[in-house]
């Protein structure tokens, strides 16, 4: 964001001229600003301000280690001893969250293969969720998050009293997007792409199985997770997100408390 300089005008009661250039300066000053801050929120991002805004948005710090909750986070990763696996599970441990780690099985090696592989491993955590009788919420990842660091774990809890089905941990889409939804979305609630970071209430979870099984459904032949989860999100209007106003240091449009990182780690489907 750009320094603000206060300018005094000078006295002097005929100096029209001064005073119409102090009065341009300072009109000039603000509407920089105002751009600068409409910039930032719509998470348009420079080069140069990345290590600016990773020193304020990065992981948590390491002294901020929290007890570990019953909540269990189930991320998906390839392998669990991985550098972005280990990554991904101190930023939950730090939260709070226990971590269990799911290997998704590709039958080939293309990108395909890989996209389907995620969606049955995610629909798989969801069916043996909803035979168990543990938490009243589930939480997905995938293994390439960072966490802004002013988010906790109550944060969870309390956005969970606003939701019956599903949250948003984060979420991506363009401003046009988010924009229609926020006049259209009554209750605030937003839909979008991206599977990184969210969470089905056992309610939800049922709903969304029932969804992705109806073979009246055409997004029971889509091979992407997020896009089935947005079009079941549409249906229902809209559900909230965790920090919305926060933005991924690295790519704009991606929204909430946990991002993708990708300036870490490239997408491992391709």
Not at 197 to 208: E, I, L, P, T
């Amino acid at each position: 964001m750009p320094q603000i300089f206060l300018v005094h005008p000078i006295s002097c009661k005929k100096n029209l001229v001064g005073m119409q250039v102090v009065c341009l300066l300072v009109i000039s000053v603000c509407v920089t600003t105002v751009i600068a801050a409409l910039s930032y929120n719509m998470g348009i991002v420079s080069a140069g301000e990345r290590g600016h805004q990773l020193a304020r948005f990065g992981a948590l710090p390491t002294h901020e280690v929290l007890p570990l909750s019953k909540y269990t986070a189930h991320v998906l990763s390839m392998d669990k001893n991985s550098p972005r696996a280990k990554h991904t599970e101190i930023n939950l441990n730090r939260l709070g969250f226990q971590v269990e780690f799911t290997a998704p099985h590709p039958t080939g090696i293309t990108k395909s293969d890989k996209v389907w592989s995620n969606k049955r491993a995610f629909l798989n955590i969801i069916a043996a969720y909803l035979e168990s009788n543990r938490t009243s919420w589930l939480y997905m990842f995938e293994d390439d998050i960072t966490v802004h660091s002013g988010t906790t774990f109550q944060d969870i809890r309390d956005l969970e009293t606003r939701a019956t089905e599903f949250v948003y941990l984060g979420i991506c889409g363009t401003l046009q997007q988010f924009w229609v939804q926020w006049w259209t979305m009554k209750n605030q609630g937003k839909c979008g792409r991206c599977a990184h970071a969210m969470g089905f209430s056992r309610k939800g979870a049922q709903d969304f199985m029932a969804f992705n099984q109806n073979k009246q459904n055409m997004y029971i032949h889509a091979m992407y997770f997020d896009m089935v989860v947005e079009a079941w999100c549409l249906s229902l209007g809209g559900f909230p997100v965790l920090h919305f106003d926060w933005t991924s240091p690295h790519i704009s449009g991606h929204h909430g408390a946990f991002f993708q990182d990708r300036l870490q780690f490239r997408t491992s489907i391709g």
